[in-house]
């Protein structure tokens, strides 16, 4: 769509020579026509005249003689007296615009984000522990009865004991070695497990669950137990090293062993 707009014919001071205008004319029409014809050109100069007017021309404007000899931005050429002119003003106003149109843009501010007052992760929700097992917390010294189902196994060398009837050997008390204390490169436990039936047992062994905050296993990790024969309410110390590990949340004692039913034989019936 073309625009329209209006062109303005001045009268000429004489036969050959450029119009002149008034100041107050001039400045108003090239007003009018900037707004009509849009932006200028980066290129184009200003004039500022000496009551403080100025307006933007197209092109740059030449001093010949008394005039100053310009071009509108409708592309009429046009002049003007030279002492109603600042030229000093004129250049100056003219390199500051070209100036601030080389300049960038200034970059939008961005906005501070705010900061969140309580921020929630999974940890700060409790889940609940797996079947039988015992919080790390406060837990030592405490007995950790071993359960049918064992947790999901993460190795061949340890895999969780098969259903059956519940060991006759329990955890009756454990402990975790402090760091500062401890040269293994992991968690370290001591504890003491006891023969809690009326058989010999043998082949007594021990192993320690471990679970993260979540209840997902991490480890199993077997114990050294120092005597693995015990005759009945006997008890012995076991040491466990979990390398690798440097925290958990939960635990779970699993315990097996071979029964030797002992049998007493009977009195000798009194002499007579």
Do not use: Y
């Not at 707004?35 to 184009?44: D, E, I, K, S």
């Not at 690798?244 to 034989?265: D, H, L, N, P, Y």
């Amino acid at each position: 769509m073309k625009s329209r707009c209006r062109v303005l014919t001045l009268p000429a001071v004489g036969a050959g020579a450029a119009a002149v205008f008034t100041v107050a004319a001039l400045a108003a029409g090239a007003f009018t026509l900037a707004l009509l014809l849009g932006p200028a050109p980066l290129h184009a100069d200003w004039i500022v005249t000496r009551q403080g007017e100025r307006f933007e021309i197209q092109g740059t404007w030449q001093l010949k003689g008394k005039l100053v000899v310009f071009t509108l931005p409708n592309g009429s050429l046009s002049s003007m007296r030279a002492d109603r002119v600042d030229l000093d003003a004129s250049k100056q106003a003219t390199a500051l615009a070209k100036q601030q149109a080389a300049a960038p843009p200034p970059a939008a501010k961005a906005e501070p984000k705010r900061k969140a007052v309580i921020v929630l992760t999974d940890k700060d929700f409790k889940k609940p522990l797996p079947d039988g097992a015992a919080p790390a917390a406060g837990a030592a010294g405490n007995a950790a009865a071993a359960t049918a189902a064992g947790p999901k196994a993460t190795g061949k060398d340890n895999p969780p004991p098969a259903a059956g009837a519940p060991s006759a050997v329990e955890v009756v008390g454990w402990e975790r070695v402090p760091a500062n204390e401890s040269k293994a490169g992991g968690v370290e436990l001591t504890g003491t497990v006891r023969n809690g039936s009326q058989d010999n047992l043998t082949e007594v062994t021990v192993v320690a669950d471990l679970f993260d905050d979540s209840g997902a296993l991490i480890g199993r990790f077997p114990a050294v137990v120092d005597n693995q024969q015990l005759p009945p309410t006997d008890s012995s110390k076991f040491h466990v090293v979990a390398n690798g590990v440097s925290a958990f949340a939960a635990i779970r004692w699993e315990t097996t062993s071979k029964g030797i039913r002992s049998i007493q034989q009977a009195p000798a019936p009194p002499s007579r």
